[in-house]
Nanobody, 116 residues
């Protein structure tokens, strides 16, 4: 079992920045991939950014160049630095982890609101 706890959400004006963090506990040594999803009101949940244990990253086209995902393996934490935020980035952001067995775990989500 893996437990994920997100933090860092909030409200910011367009053009501003926020930093999200996700701390993993439990069987965190079994995690091979972690990522951030988001879900806006009335829309499907979408992948925002992901990172594997080697540090290889991937981003959705809509956030590439503005968001940066990073991980601290020693602290079992990933971060999402979000710059140049837009109103369309408003959503609940969820942390997700996947273990080497394929099991997936979700955090409880953190709200990000960007005002115009």
């Amino acid at each position: 079992q893996v437990q994920l706890v997100e933090s860092g959400g909030g409200m910011v004006q367009a053009g501003g920045s926020l930093r999200l963090s996700c701390a993993a506990s439990g069987s965190s040594s079994s995690i091979v991939f972690m990522c951030w999803f988001r879900q806006a009101l009335g829309k499907q949940r979408e992948l925002v950014a992901g990172i594997n244990r080697s540090g290889t990253t991937d981003y959705a086209a809509s956030v590439r160049g503005r968001f940066t995902i990073s991980r601290d393996n020693a602290k079992n934490t990933i971060n999402l630095q979000m710059n140049s935020l837009k109103p369309e980035d408003t959503a609940i952001y969820y942390c997700r982890s996947q273990t080497f067995t394929g099991a997936a775990y979700w955090g409880q989500g953190t709200q990000v609101t960007v005002s115009s």
